[in-house]
Protein backbone atom coordinates (compact mmCIF):
# COMPACT_ATOMS: atom_id res chain seq x y z
CA UNK A 1 0.00 0.00 0.00
CA UNK A 2 1.41 3.65 -0.84
CA UNK A 3 0.67 5.90 2.31
CA UNK A 4 0.32 9.98 1.63
CA UNK A 5 2.59 10.71 4.55
CA UNK A 6 5.08 8.52 6.64
CA UNK A 7 6.67 9.60 9.97
CA UNK A 8 9.95 8.53 11.14
CA UNK A 9 10.26 8.69 14.88
CA UNK A 10 7.33 8.30 17.56
CA UNK A 11 8.34 11.30 20.02
CA UNK A 12 6.23 14.18 20.88
CA UNK A 13 6.99 15.60 17.55
CA UNK A 14 6.70 12.01 15.36
CA UNK A 15 3.25 11.18 17.32
CA UNK A 16 1.76 14.90 17.15
CA UNK A 17 2.34 15.16 13.67
CA UNK A 18 1.02 11.57 12.49
CA UNK A 19 -2.26 12.45 14.67
CA UNK A 20 -2.88 15.76 12.98
CA UNK A 21 -1.88 13.80 9.51
CA UNK A 22 -4.93 10.76 10.05
CA UNK A 23 -7.30 13.55 11.88
CA UNK A 24 -7.34 15.32 8.30
CA UNK A 25 -7.42 12.10 6.47
CA UNK A 26 -4.72 11.37 5.35
CA UNK A 27 -3.29 7.47 5.57
CA UNK A 28 -0.43 7.62 7.35
CA UNK A 29 2.66 5.23 8.47
CA UNK A 30 4.13 6.03 11.84
CA UNK A 31 7.35 4.26 12.92
CA UNK A 32 9.93 4.29 15.53
CA UNK A 33 12.85 1.86 15.86
CA UNK A 34 12.03 1.34 20.03
CA UNK A 35 9.03 -0.58 21.10
CA UNK A 36 6.83 1.63 23.56
CA UNK A 37 6.96 2.29 26.42
CA UNK A 38 10.24 3.17 25.98
CA UNK A 39 12.50 5.41 28.08
CA UNK A 40 13.31 8.70 26.85
CA UNK A 41 16.22 10.91 28.86
CA UNK A 42 14.75 14.34 29.15
CA UNK A 43 13.94 16.08 32.38
CA UNK A 44 10.35 16.02 31.42
CA UNK A 45 9.59 19.68 32.31
CA UNK A 46 6.57 20.58 30.28
CA UNK A 47 4.98 24.44 30.15
CA UNK A 48 1.67 25.11 30.75
CA UNK A 49 1.02 26.51 27.18
CA UNK A 50 1.26 22.86 26.06
CA UNK A 51 -1.97 22.29 27.02
CA UNK A 52 -4.05 23.04 24.22
CA UNK A 53 -2.46 21.52 21.54
CA UNK A 54 -2.05 18.08 23.69
CA UNK A 55 -5.28 15.52 23.37
CA UNK A 56 -7.86 14.88 25.64
CA UNK A 57 -6.12 12.58 28.64
CA UNK A 58 -2.73 13.19 28.40
CA UNK A 59 -2.90 14.45 31.82
CA UNK A 60 -2.41 10.33 33.00
CA UNK A 61 1.34 11.32 32.52
CA UNK A 62 1.70 14.31 34.84
CA UNK A 63 3.93 13.36 38.02
CA UNK A 64 3.99 16.77 39.78
CA UNK A 65 2.72 20.20 39.36
CA UNK A 66 5.12 23.17 39.01
CA UNK A 67 4.16 25.55 41.11
CA UNK A 68 7.02 27.62 42.10
CA UNK A 69 11.28 27.76 41.31
CA UNK A 70 14.23 28.09 43.27
CA UNK A 71 17.58 30.05 41.54
CA UNK A 72 21.04 29.27 42.81
CA UNK A 73 24.15 30.86 42.89
CA UNK A 74 26.73 29.69 44.50
CA UNK A 75 25.46 29.30 47.92
CA UNK A 76 22.76 32.02 48.06
CA UNK A 77 19.19 30.76 47.19
CA UNK A 78 15.52 32.79 45.60
CA UNK A 79 12.36 31.37 45.47
CA UNK A 80 9.25 31.87 43.93
CA UNK A 81 5.94 31.01 44.23
CA UNK A 82 2.74 30.83 42.12
CA UNK A 83 -0.85 29.40 42.57
CA UNK A 84 -1.32 27.86 39.36
CA UNK A 85 0.83 25.46 38.02
CA UNK A 86 2.87 27.04 35.31
CA UNK A 87 4.25 23.92 34.13
CA UNK A 88 4.49 20.18 34.77
CA UNK A 89 6.68 17.35 35.64
CA UNK A 90 5.69 14.22 33.49
CA UNK A 91 6.55 10.91 33.15
CA UNK A 92 8.13 10.64 29.47
CA UNK A 93 7.63 7.16 28.86
CA UNK A 94 4.04 7.72 29.81
CA UNK A 95 3.85 10.70 28.17
CA UNK A 96 5.02 9.63 24.56
CA UNK A 97 3.48 6.23 24.54
CA UNK A 98 -0.23 7.98 25.37
CA UNK A 99 0.68 10.15 22.01
CA UNK A 100 1.63 7.41 20.00
CA UNK A 101 -1.68 5.33 20.99
CA UNK A 102 -3.45 8.27 20.64
CA UNK A 103 -2.02 8.64 16.57
CA UNK A 104 -2.90 5.26 16.24
CA UNK A 105 -6.49 5.65 17.55
CA UNK A 106 -6.81 8.71 15.26
CA UNK A 107 -5.99 6.46 12.43
CA UNK A 108 -2.47 6.18 11.95
CA UNK A 109 -0.94 2.77 11.43
CA UNK A 110 1.94 2.28 13.85
CA UNK A 111 4.95 0.12 13.38
CA UNK A 112 6.90 -0.34 16.51
CA UNK A 113 10.95 -2.09 16.51
CA UNK A 114 10.70 -0.81 12.95
CA UNK A 115 14.04 1.24 11.98
CA UNK A 116 14.55 3.83 9.37
CA UNK A 117 17.68 3.34 6.82
CA UNK A 118 17.12 5.76 4.08
CA UNK A 119 14.76 6.61 1.32
CA UNK A 120 14.98 6.92 -2.37
CA UNK A 121 13.30 9.51 -4.09
CA UNK A 122 11.47 8.31 -6.90
CA UNK A 123 10.25 11.45 -8.22
CA UNK A 124 6.03 10.48 -8.00
CA UNK A 125 6.82 8.87 -4.76
CA UNK A 126 9.63 8.15 -1.59
CA UNK A 127 10.79 4.72 -1.19
CA UNK A 128 10.86 4.16 2.68
CA UNK A 129 13.59 1.51 3.47
CA UNK A 130 13.30 0.39 7.12
CA UNK A 131 14.25 -2.97 9.20
CA UNK A 132 10.31 -3.63 8.84
CA UNK A 133 10.20 -4.07 4.92
CA UNK A 134 9.88 -1.25 1.93
CA UNK A 135 6.98 1.79 2.35
CA UNK A 136 5.91 4.02 -0.80
CA UNK A 137 4.81 7.12 0.49
CA UNK A 138 4.26 11.09 -1.20
CA UNK A 139 5.57 12.78 2.13
CA UNK A 140 8.27 11.89 4.40
CA UNK A 141 8.47 13.29 7.82
CA UNK A 142 11.37 13.05 10.55
CA UNK A 143 10.79 12.88 13.23
CA UNK A 144 13.73 11.16 14.70
CA UNK A 145 15.51 13.48 17.19
CA UNK A 146 18.82 14.32 17.31
CA UNK A 147 20.47 11.97 14.80
CA UNK A 148 18.16 11.96 12.19
CA UNK A 149 18.81 10.08 10.04
CA UNK A 150 16.21 11.96 7.40
CA UNK A 151 18.11 14.97 8.04
CA UNK A 152 21.71 13.65 7.46
CA UNK A 153 20.40 12.31 4.21
CA UNK A 154 19.12 16.00 2.82
CA UNK A 155 22.65 16.96 4.22
CA UNK A 156 21.99 18.70 7.22
CA UNK A 157 24.60 18.92 10.02
CA UNK A 158 24.11 19.83 13.76
CA UNK A 159 26.60 22.00 14.92
CA UNK A 160 25.38 23.42 18.43
CA UNK A 161 23.95 21.93 21.01
CA UNK A 162 24.33 21.05 25.05
CA UNK A 163 25.68 18.00 26.29
CA UNK A 164 23.72 16.94 29.23
CA UNK A 165 24.04 14.10 32.05
CA UNK A 166 21.03 13.37 33.96
CA UNK A 167 20.60 10.74 36.84
CA UNK A 168 17.39 9.63 39.09
CA UNK A 169 17.58 10.88 42.51
CA UNK A 170 16.19 11.44 45.62
CA UNK A 171 15.76 14.90 47.30
CA UNK A 172 12.73 16.49 48.99
CA UNK A 173 11.22 18.68 46.52
CA UNK A 174 7.50 18.95 45.70
CA UNK A 175 6.36 21.55 43.86
CA UNK A 176 8.90 23.18 42.17
CA UNK A 177 11.89 23.18 39.95
CA UNK A 178 15.05 24.07 41.50
CA UNK A 179 17.68 25.70 38.51
CA UNK A 180 21.21 26.50 39.46
CA UNK A 181 24.11 29.03 37.15
CA UNK A 182 27.40 29.57 37.64
CA UNK A 183 28.13 25.79 37.86
CA UNK A 184 29.14 25.29 34.10
CA UNK A 185 30.24 28.15 31.87
CA UNK A 186 26.95 27.99 29.99
CA UNK A 187 24.27 26.18 31.07
CA UNK A 188 22.78 25.03 34.45
CA UNK A 189 22.22 22.35 37.04
CA UNK A 190 18.60 21.39 37.70
CA UNK A 191 16.60 19.49 39.92
CA UNK A 192 12.86 18.14 38.88
CA UNK A 193 10.41 16.60 41.01
CA UNK A 194 8.97 13.16 40.12
CA UNK A 195 6.70 12.01 42.59
CA UNK A 196 8.86 10.21 45.33
CA UNK A 197 11.94 10.33 42.98
CA UNK A 198 13.16 13.86 41.27
CA UNK A 199 15.34 14.60 38.26
CA UNK A 200 19.14 15.35 38.65
CA UNK A 201 20.62 16.90 35.84
CA UNK A 202 23.10 19.16 34.23
CA UNK A 203 23.55 20.76 30.55
CA UNK A 204 26.37 22.60 29.30
CA UNK A 205 27.89 24.00 25.94
CA UNK A 206 31.24 24.47 27.67
CA UNK A 207 33.86 22.32 27.82
CA UNK A 208 33.13 20.74 31.84
CA UNK A 209 33.89 17.36 32.62
CA UNK A 210 30.01 16.27 33.08
CA UNK A 211 30.34 13.34 35.53
CA UNK A 212 32.70 14.93 38.14
CA UNK A 213 30.48 18.07 37.83
CA UNK A 214 27.29 16.09 38.54
CA UNK A 215 29.17 14.42 41.46
CA UNK A 216 29.96 17.77 42.95
CA UNK A 217 26.62 19.19 42.76
CA UNK A 218 24.71 16.24 44.12
CA UNK A 219 26.88 16.12 46.92
CA UNK A 220 27.17 20.12 47.49
CA UNK A 221 25.31 21.76 44.99
CA UNK A 222 21.98 22.46 46.76
CA UNK A 223 20.20 22.76 49.82
CA UNK A 224 18.38 19.73 49.32
CA UNK A 225 19.72 16.19 50.95
CA UNK A 226 20.55 14.52 47.57
CA UNK A 227 20.93 11.21 47.13
CA UNK A 228 21.27 9.44 43.80
CA UNK A 229 19.43 6.08 43.07
CA UNK A 230 20.30 5.89 39.39
CA UNK A 231 23.02 5.47 36.75
CA UNK A 232 24.26 9.12 34.94
CA UNK A 233 23.34 8.94 31.17
CA UNK A 234 24.19 11.52 28.77
CA UNK A 235 22.03 12.72 25.28
CA UNK A 236 22.87 15.77 23.43
CA UNK A 237 20.05 18.51 22.88
CA UNK A 238 20.24 19.88 19.68
CA UNK A 239 19.23 23.96 19.64
CA UNK A 240 18.78 27.00 17.25
CA UNK A 241 20.05 30.43 17.68
CA UNK A 242 19.63 31.54 14.51
CA UNK A 243 17.10 30.65 11.02
CA UNK A 244 19.68 29.06 9.77
CA UNK A 245 20.49 26.31 12.23
CA UNK A 246 17.09 25.57 11.84
CA UNK A 247 16.48 22.36 9.48
CA UNK A 248 12.77 22.50 7.92
CA UNK A 249 13.94 19.93 4.91
CA UNK A 250 13.44 20.21 1.59
CA UNK A 251 10.12 19.55 -0.86
CA UNK A 252 8.22 16.89 0.25
CA UNK A 253 10.58 15.69 2.95
CA UNK A 254 9.87 17.90 6.22
CA UNK A 255 11.64 17.53 9.61
CA UNK A 256 9.87 18.25 12.76
CA UNK A 257 10.92 18.83 16.61
CA UNK A 258 14.60 18.12 17.92
CA UNK A 259 15.46 16.63 14.06
CA UNK A 260 14.63 20.62 12.92
CA UNK A 261 16.82 21.63 16.19
CA UNK A 262 13.55 23.04 17.47
CA UNK A 263 14.98 23.50 21.49
CA UNK A 264 15.73 27.04 22.67
CA UNK A 265 19.06 27.81 23.61
CA UNK A 266 18.29 29.19 27.02
CA UNK A 267 16.12 26.45 28.91
CA UNK A 268 16.31 23.85 26.59
CA UNK A 269 12.93 23.37 26.43
CA UNK A 270 12.20 21.19 23.38
CA UNK A 271 8.62 19.54 24.34
CA UNK A 272 6.52 21.95 23.55
CA UNK A 273 8.19 23.09 20.37
CA UNK A 274 8.53 19.22 19.41
CA UNK A 275 4.33 18.93 19.65
CA UNK A 276 3.60 22.02 18.18
CA UNK A 277 6.11 21.58 14.85
CA UNK A 278 4.34 18.58 15.01
CA UNK A 279 0.81 19.71 14.39
CA UNK A 280 2.09 22.75 11.91
CA UNK A 281 3.47 20.04 9.75
CA UNK A 282 0.08 17.67 10.37
CA UNK A 283 -1.36 20.89 8.90
CA UNK A 284 0.12 22.25 5.92
CA UNK A 285 1.14 18.77 4.44
CA UNK A 286 -2.84 17.15 4.72
CA UNK A 287 -2.94 20.91 2.50
CA UNK A 288 -0.33 19.98 0.53
CA UNK A 289 1.38 22.76 1.31
CA UNK A 290 5.07 21.84 2.61
CA UNK A 291 6.34 24.92 2.08
CA UNK A 292 3.51 27.00 4.13
CA UNK A 293 4.66 24.58 7.35
CA UNK A 294 8.14 26.11 7.05
CA UNK A 295 7.26 29.59 6.63
CA UNK A 296 4.94 29.23 9.92
CA UNK A 297 7.63 27.66 11.88
CA UNK A 298 9.95 30.67 10.79
CA UNK A 299 7.13 33.14 11.80
CA UNK A 300 6.18 31.62 15.31
CA UNK A 301 8.59 29.55 16.45
CA UNK A 302 12.09 30.63 14.76
CA UNK A 303 11.90 34.44 16.67
CA UNK A 304 11.25 32.53 20.11
CA UNK A 305 14.62 30.56 19.86
CA UNK A 306 16.12 33.74 18.69
CA UNK A 307 15.56 35.84 21.14
CA UNK A 308 16.04 32.96 23.73
CA UNK A 309 19.52 32.92 22.37
CA UNK A 310 20.09 36.53 22.63
CA UNK A 311 18.94 36.19 26.51
CA UNK A 312 21.26 32.87 26.89
CA UNK A 313 24.34 34.85 25.59
CA UNK A 314 24.36 37.54 28.35
CA UNK A 315 22.53 35.73 30.98
CA UNK A 316 25.62 32.55 30.47
CA UNK A 317 28.53 35.42 30.02
CA UNK A 318 27.19 37.42 32.94
CA UNK A 319 26.09 34.75 35.65
CA UNK A 320 26.17 36.72 38.90
CA UNK A 321 24.30 39.82 37.09
CA UNK A 322 21.31 36.71 35.60
CA UNK A 323 20.88 35.52 39.44
CA UNK A 324 20.14 39.19 40.52
CA UNK A 325 18.07 39.77 37.68
CA UNK A 326 16.54 36.41 38.13
CA UNK A 327 15.69 37.64 41.43
CA UNK A 328 13.99 41.16 40.84
CA UNK A 329 12.38 40.47 37.26
CA UNK A 330 13.25 37.44 35.54
CA UNK A 331 12.12 34.47 37.67
CA UNK A 332 8.40 35.88 37.48
CA UNK A 333 8.88 36.63 32.91
CA UNK A 334 9.45 33.04 33.03
CA UNK A 335 6.75 32.25 34.84
CA UNK A 336 4.16 34.35 32.63
CA UNK A 337 7.03 32.45 29.64
CA UNK A 338 5.91 28.84 30.25
CA UNK A 339 2.39 29.98 30.77
CA UNK A 340 2.32 31.61 27.54
CA UNK A 341 1.62 34.76 28.58
CA UNK A 342 4.89 36.76 27.63
CA UNK A 343 7.20 35.25 25.07
CA UNK A 344 11.33 35.21 24.76
CA UNK A 345 11.22 38.44 22.55
CA UNK A 346 9.05 40.56 25.50
CA UNK A 347 11.49 39.55 28.00
CA UNK A 348 14.50 40.27 26.15
CA UNK A 349 12.90 43.61 25.27
CA UNK A 350 11.93 44.77 28.65
CA UNK A 351 15.02 43.02 30.47
CA UNK A 352 17.86 44.61 28.37
CA UNK A 353 17.85 48.09 30.31
CA UNK A 354 17.43 46.51 33.68
CA UNK A 355 20.36 44.47 32.54
CA UNK A 356 22.32 47.34 31.80
CA UNK A 357 21.89 49.15 34.92
CA UNK A 358 22.74 46.01 36.73
CA UNK A 359 26.16 45.96 34.17
CA UNK A 360 26.74 49.83 35.59
CA UNK A 361 26.20 49.41 38.85
CA UNK A 362 28.56 46.34 38.61
CA UNK A 363 31.16 48.22 37.28
CA UNK A 364 30.85 50.93 39.16
CA UNK A 365 31.05 48.99 42.47
CA UNK A 366 34.71 46.83 41.03
CA UNK A 367 35.90 50.46 40.22
CA UNK A 368 35.42 51.84 43.59
CA UNK A 369 36.65 48.49 45.20
CA UNK A 370 39.83 48.89 43.20
CA UNK A 371 40.25 52.23 44.06
CA UNK A 372 40.02 51.64 47.69
CA UNK A 373 42.59 48.86 47.26
CA UNK A 374 44.94 51.13 45.70
CA UNK A 375 44.83 53.41 48.63
CA UNK A 376 43.80 56.70 46.02
CA UNK A 377 40.49 57.37 48.59
C1 LIG B 1 18.87 15.31 29.48
C2 LIG B 1 17.74 16.00 28.76
C3 LIG B 1 16.80 16.70 29.48
C4 LIG B 1 15.75 17.37 28.82
N1 LIG B 1 14.79 17.99 29.57
C5 LIG B 1 13.76 18.61 28.95
C6 LIG B 1 12.70 19.18 29.71
O1 LIG B 1 12.67 19.11 30.95
N2 LIG B 1 11.70 19.81 29.04
C7 LIG B 1 11.68 19.87 27.68
O2 LIG B 1 10.74 20.48 27.12
N3 LIG B 1 12.65 19.31 26.93
C8 LIG B 1 13.66 18.65 27.53
N4 LIG B 1 14.63 18.01 26.76
C9 LIG B 1 14.48 18.04 25.30
C10 LIG B 1 13.41 17.04 24.85
O3 LIG B 1 13.67 15.78 25.41
C11 LIG B 1 13.38 16.94 23.32
O4 LIG B 1 13.40 18.24 22.78
C12 LIG B 1 12.14 16.20 22.82
O5 LIG B 1 12.14 14.86 23.24
C13 LIG B 1 12.06 16.25 21.30
O6 LIG B 1 11.03 15.42 20.82
P1 LIG B 1 11.14 14.75 19.38
O7 LIG B 1 9.86 14.02 19.17
O8 LIG B 1 11.58 15.73 18.38
O9 LIG B 1 12.36 13.71 19.48
P2 LIG B 1 12.55 12.44 20.47
O10 LIG B 1 11.73 12.57 21.68
O11 LIG B 1 14.02 12.28 20.60
O12 LIG B 1 11.97 11.24 19.61
C14 LIG B 1 12.63 10.73 18.47
C15 LIG B 1 12.14 9.32 18.22
O13 LIG B 1 12.71 8.86 16.99
C16 LIG B 1 13.07 7.50 17.11
N5 LIG B 1 14.11 7.24 16.11
C17 LIG B 1 15.35 7.79 16.05
N6 LIG B 1 16.01 7.31 14.97
C18 LIG B 1 15.17 6.44 14.35
C19 LIG B 1 15.28 5.62 13.20
N7 LIG B 1 16.39 5.60 12.45
N8 LIG B 1 14.23 4.84 12.85
C20 LIG B 1 13.09 4.86 13.61
N9 LIG B 1 12.93 5.59 14.72
C21 LIG B 1 13.95 6.39 15.08
C22 LIG B 1 13.56 7.40 18.56
O14 LIG B 1 13.48 6.05 19.01
C23 LIG B 1 12.60 8.32 19.28
O15 LIG B 1 11.47 7.63 19.79
C24 LIG B 1 15.66 17.33 27.40
C25 LIG B 1 16.61 16.59 26.65
C26 LIG B 1 17.63 15.93 27.33
C27 LIG B 1 18.62 15.11 26.53
Not at 162 to 180: A, H, T
Request: proline share 4%.
Amino acid sequence: MKYDAVVIGAGPAGSSCAAELANRGMRVLLLDKKRFPRQKLCGGCVSSRINPYLPKGWQVSILNPVKGAILGFKDIYEKRKVDIPVAWTVDRSLFDTFLLREAERKGADVLESAEFFFFEDNESFFKVITSAGVFKTDFLIGADGFYTKVGRQLGYRRRQYFRSVEVEGEGNLKEEVFIKIGVVSRGYFWIFPKRDKVNIGIATTGKEQLPEVLKECVTNGSPFNLRRTGKPKSWPIPFSTKREDIHLGKGKVVLVGDAAGLVDPLLGEGIYYAVRSGILAGKFIADGKPEEYRKAVLKEIAPELIYAAKIANLAYRFQEIAFRMGKSYAIEQFFHLLSGRENFKSIYMKGLPLFFLYMLESFAKKTARSIFKQGRL
